[in-house]
């Protein structure tokens, strides 16, 4: 894991709050520092956080296994081909293939990918 990403999950988390980011945070500071954070024993004692407290135990988990936080998906921080933004959410529609084959050769038509094409086109239109 870079320190970009670090920084971009460990912002997440704070959006999600409560004992589950108090959680996250240790757990992704273990898995971004190593064992160099925190001893073995308190490791062990946060990994085992369940009942009253499973929130921050499932928080501690998902960060040391450097997963992204509850409620976000994987791509958090990568940033989407303009490179202007953080793609941090994700859209899907249903059309027919010959739609996406129209899509798909004005994009390349254009030289650009279809996500970047259909941003730029939906960003356009909003204007």
Known sequence: MNESKFKTYMAAAEAVGGD??????????????GEQFGTEAEHQQWLGLDGHRQD??????????????????????????????PADTQMQIRLNSQL?????????REGMKLSAWVLKNLDAACD
Request: aromatic share 14%; net charge positive; hydrophobic share 25%.
């Open 56 to 85: 921050m135990g499932d928080g501690y988990r998902d960060g040391f296994e450097g997963r992204p936080p509850r409620g976000f998906h994987g791509n958090l921080g990568n940033l989407h081909a303009q490179g202007e933004l």
């Open 100 to 108: 996406k084959a129209k899509f798909v050769k004005q994009a390349q």
């Open 20 to 33: 589950y980011a108090t959680g996250y945070h240790r757990g992704l500071r273990r898995h971004y520092h």
